[in-house]
């Protein structure tokens, strides 16, 4: 993992850089947040740990995903093919809305 200061540099958001501290057995792939869940994929914006070809806070589409495990409010995600793990770091909710129909 990148130290602290190096990730604050690369502009992760906070919560990303809290999930990047904990230990989760295998290397992740990327740190999602804002995940909007579509049946067992997600879409969402994107961090990663190492500078790569796909810049930090691109939006992606996931492959197929199962759910591994939770620390506190993270999950770790998997491929169903196990060939990556993502965090999910945060996810949009289905909530009221300004203008909904009573």
């Known amino acids: ?6 990730t604050e540099e690369l502009g992760l958001p906070a919560e990303v850089r809290q999930a ?11 740190y999602l947040t804002d995940g909007a869940r579509v049946g067992n994929r997600y879409a969402a914006t994107a ?3 190492e500078p790569g070809p796909i810049p930090n806070g ?10 591994l495990a939770t620390q506190g409010a993270f999950k770790l995600l998997q491929t169903l093919n196990q060939a990556d793990h993502y965090v999910l770091v945060s996810e ?3 909530g009221s809305h300004d203008g909904e129909r009573g």
């Open 58 to 67: 691109t939006t992606v589409a996931t492959h197929p995903l199962r759910h």
């Open 47 to 49: 961090y990663f740990a």
């Open 20 to 30: 990047m501290a904990r230990d989760w057995g295998v290397y992740v792939d990327a």
């Open 92 to 94: 949009q909710t289905l």
């Open 1 to 6: 993992m990148l130290a602290d200061k190096t």
